[in-house]
């Protein structure tokens, strides 16, 4: 128990660093999108104090500053901010369906996995049920019976 509480302690550090990390660019990309200044990933990373190598490995992190860079090159600063919106809507979306897809192939693959431990036990019981009802009525193989004494 002692072992598991020596984990557990740096993991939910870890996991409290990475979303307050995830907060502060969340509040840069607030104040990029109301100052209507360039994004860049570096800038954003130095607002919010975390490193630029962060953003890029959260995918959906990412995909919001890219989003806010199209958004900014095609419509006026009126129409960033609802553009903005639906293109995280739209990541959110893709991200979900996508972890739905996941979970189904991995369900299916696991019933697959069951299903055929259940044929293989069914065969198993099959076999045992039938062994001692051979050895009750005598059966025996055609194997096991003597030839034919030649004539």
Do not use: C, W
């Amino acid at each position: 128990m002692n072992r598991n509480r020596s984990i557990q302690a740096p993991t939910d550090a870890a996991q409290q660093r990475t979303m307050a990390a995830e907060q502060a660019v969340q509040k840069a990309l607030r104040k990029a999108r109301k100052d209507n200044k360039p994004i860049t990933v570096t800038g954003l990373a130095t607002a919010a104090g975390v490193s630029t190598n962060f953003i890029y490995r959260y995918p959906v992190l990412r995909a919001q500053v890219e989003a806010l860079r199209r958004a900014r090159r095609t419509a006026p600063s009126a129409q960033s901010s609802a553009t903005d919106v639906e293109a995280a809507a739209s990541t959110l979306v893709r991200r979900l369906s996508q972890q739905l897809a996941d979970a189904r192939r991995t369900h299916r693959d696991e019933v697959t996995e069951l299903r055929q431990a259940l044929e293989v036990a069914h065969g198993e019981l099959l076999t045992l049920r039938r062994k001692p009802e051979d050895a009750a009525r005598g059966d025996r193989r055609i194997d096991d019976m003597p030839s034919p004494a030649p004539e």
